[in-house]
């Protein structure tokens, strides 16, 4: 039976353990989406995950959403980047870079007036998060990808995956979850597209495919995981049938023989918006490779699904970002840190390095 502190083999990466970092985007990247020293020492901190998964990084100025997020489609972000695999593989870390592109989830004031894409001109109902110290704007409606230019929007994430590659991470997550570009064209809420790319849930699974093939060019297969979230309503997502889209997904993902899925489950908000409670047991048998799973996990609830068999990983955000030392913390039973939402986004070192590691 598998408990957080048994190894575990990803493709030819040994995981000392089975705590992942679940990717965060913090908005402290210096200028440009270019990572700093300070991204290197907040990765280093927590290096004795199994594995640490990168905050979400846009494979092109088109893909940006956010301010002060990173990006790897210029060599200057890889020089950044390679600072901080660099610091984590010299504390004995494994770390993959997570692949973006937020599509709708955007506005023009980050891409020179022009609205940003998405497969379908449909708008968020909702506003963006605060980048003006505007408390936010309503989002607009996104132009929709024209088939022809859909190849390109691929590359990106192709050259994104090499650039990954250049800039020392272990592998790719290709980020198809939370309602970015990936998942607006897989669910159909967002998709209403009458080409290829559009309509049967094989269409609408396309370009998430297309992109995970990309990914594997640079990395082989064991190397690229995908994220998922079949439940999530965030950013004004649904789909009619997430059950039968996200198998769908999963079982060719499974055929592609990517290195992991990973599964987000229901939030308390999800389930308020009207979101399914998809548990990860739904996917388990269309899956043959390694299975990640997340969403409000703690240690003994991490235990149970491992000895369950239900995930053969379990992936941890909030508990990270205020843990740094979190494997340590469980293996003692020592108290855990509460994080603070407040300095989740932007700001400095405060909130983002200086939770206390437990005394020595
Ligand atoms: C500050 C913050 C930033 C996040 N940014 C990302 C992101 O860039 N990519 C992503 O896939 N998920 C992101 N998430 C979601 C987490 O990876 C995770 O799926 C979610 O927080 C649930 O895990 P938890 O219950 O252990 O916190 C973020 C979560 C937090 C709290």
């Given at each position: 039976m598998s408990s957080l502190f048994t190894p575990r083999r990803l493709g030819t990466l040994e995981l000392p353990n089975r705590m992942v970092m679940s990717p965060m985007t913090r908005c402290r990247s210096g200028e440009n989406g270019v990572p700093t020293e300070l991204n290197a020492t907040y990765y280093r901190q927590r290096a004795t995950a199994g594995l640490i998964v990168a905050e979400g990084t846009?494979?092109?100025?088109?893909g940006v959403g956010y301010p002060s997020t990173p990006g790897i489609h210029s060599l200057e972000q890889v020089s950044g980047w390679k600072r901080v695999t660099d610091a984590v593989h010299a504390a004995g870390g494994r770390i993959f870079l997570q692949l973006w592109h937020c599509g709708r989830v955007s506005h023009s004031f980050f891409h020179n007036g022009e609205l940003p894409v998405a497969p379908s001109p449909i708008a968020i109902n909702g506003k963006t998060l605060q980048f003006r110290g505007d408390g936010g704007v309503p989002f607009e409606t996104p132009r929709p990808l024209e088939t022809s230019e859909i190849p390109g929007v691929v590359d990106q994430y192709r050259q994104g995956a090499k650039n990954a590659k250049a800039a020392g991470f272990d592998g790719v997550e290709i980020h198809g979850a939370f309602g970015y570009l990936p998942d607006q064209f897989l669910q159909d809420g967002t998709n209403q597209r009458k080409d290829e790319y559009g309509g049967s849930v094989e269409n609408r699974a396309k370009f998430l495919l297309e992109v995970t093939s990309a990914a594997m060019e640079a990395?082989?297969?064991?190397?690229v995981g995908v994220k998922l979230s079949p439940s999530n309503t965030y950013n004004d997502m649904r789909d009619s049938d997430p059950i039968e889209t996200f198998s769908f997904v999963v079982a060719a993902l499974s055929k592609m023989g990517i290195g992991y899925v990973h599964i987000m489950e229901a939030s308390d908000s999800d389930l308020r918006h009207g979101g399914k409670a998809i548990p990860v047991t739904t996917f388990r048998p269309h899956f043959e490779g390694t299975l990640i799973v997340n969403q409000d996990y703690d240690q003994a609830k991490a235990e149970a699904v491992l000895a369950r068999g239900d995930a053969d990983l379990v992936s941890f955000a909030r508990l990270f970002l205020a843990n740094p030392d979190l494997p340590k913390r469980f293996a003692t039973e020592a108290p855990l840190n509460a994080a603070d939402p407040?300095?989740?986004?932007?700001?400095?070192?405060?909130?983002?390095?200086?939770?206390p590691f437990l005394e020595e």
């Open positions: 846009q494979v092109s100025p088109q990395w082989g297969a064991d190397r407040a300095t989740f986004y932007g700001g400095n070192e405060k909130g983002y390095t200086d939770y």
